[in-house]
């Protein structure tokens, strides 16, 4: 019986060998290259084969440093370790730096793979594909103070993943903008989740949506104001992708991934998500 996941992440840096998460849970340096060039072959497999030979490379291909390993034993949750991982993913990601990508996930830790029988290893890739809206934080490496934070927000957000679907949609909607290639797919994307957690009715969607986020995030006064008007203008260009238009500007869409990076955070530093009453009581007073 395999004793957990192992999942190897590109884009992160260590500043120390490992790091523990609580409850077996461990991030550690490693290094693999998972490679995917393309090869063509030239006639039909057999029943249950492979296409005989002979094999030619083709251009292109891509190809993905492994340099953090993730590693969620069986015990640490009562759910899936698959689930528990990519929650433990998106923490990283939004708290440590955006790069942090699920390349592959692995039965054996990948420091040990070469020494595991080709009958016994499997490796699959998962985030295997080029991010095209790129997000990444200058000199950002995973730090005592970054494991920290993982640590003490990733049972809450297993727990909110678990029992929210709106919640869990946002979780979707953040972790799939940076690798949609059409970023109006990406806004409809980001702002249905925003809409799930901030609107259960489909009337006065604009100024409604706007207003609860905004006084969801600010207190009472000229910032609440600022920001409710910043993202009625964010909603207009989700509108326009609605009814039709193709293209968004990518500060627009940085934007608004902001907006519901900060919402999502502080769901979790509050422990819930909050009902339409307390809403409206910060709204309203």
């Not at 927000?153 to 919640?167: A, G, P, Q, V, Y």
């Not at 990406?186 to 609860?212: D, K, N, Q």
């Not at 260009?237 to 990076?261: C, M, P």
Request: charged content about 25%.
């Amino acid at each position: 019986m395999v004793a957990g996941l192992y999942l190897g992440l590109s884009g992160l840096v260590l500043e120390k060998d490992t790091f523990g998460l609580g409850k077996g849970i461990t991030l550690k340096r490693t290094f693999a290259h998972l490679m995917a060039p393309y090869i063509v072959a030239f006639a039909p497999a057999g029943p249950g084969g492979v296409h005989p030979a002979p094999w030619k490379p083709a251009r292109g291909g891509s190809g993905y440093d492994i340099v953090a390993e993730l590693f969620v034993p069986n015990s640490s949750t009562e759910g899936d370790a698959w689930e528990l991982q990519r929650t433990l993913t998106f923490l990283l990601r939004v708290g440590v730096n955006p790069a942090a990508t699920a390349t592959a996930m692995a039965s054996h830790s990948f420091s040990e793979m070469q020494g595991v029988s080709d009958n016994e290893a499997r490796i699959m890739p998962v985030e295997a594909k080029p991010r095209v809206f790129r997000l990444s934080v200058h000199n950002s490496s995973m730090n005592e103070a970054g494991a920290k934070w993982v640590a003490d927000r990733w049972e809450t957000t297993h727990k909110l993943i678990s029992e929210h679907k709106e919640f869990d949609l946002g979780v979707a909607a953040i972790e799939a903008a940076q690798f949609e290639r059409n970023g109006a797919l990406s806004m409809m994307s980001l702002w249905a989740a925003l809409e799930a957690m901030f609107s259960r009715e489909r009337s006065e969607l604009r100024f409604r949506v706007s207003s609860y986020i905004a006084a969801y995030i600010e207190p009472f006064g000229p910032a609440r104001r600022d920001l409710q008007k910043k993202l009625g203008k964010l909603y207009d260009k989700r509108s326009a992708t609605t009814h039709g238009a193709v293209d968004v500007d990518n500060d627009a869409l940085f934007e608004t991934v902001n907006v519901l990076r900060k919402v999502l955070i502080m769901m979790i530093d509050a422990g819930k998500v909050p009902t339409r009453e307390e809403l409206e009581q910060r709204l309203f007073g």
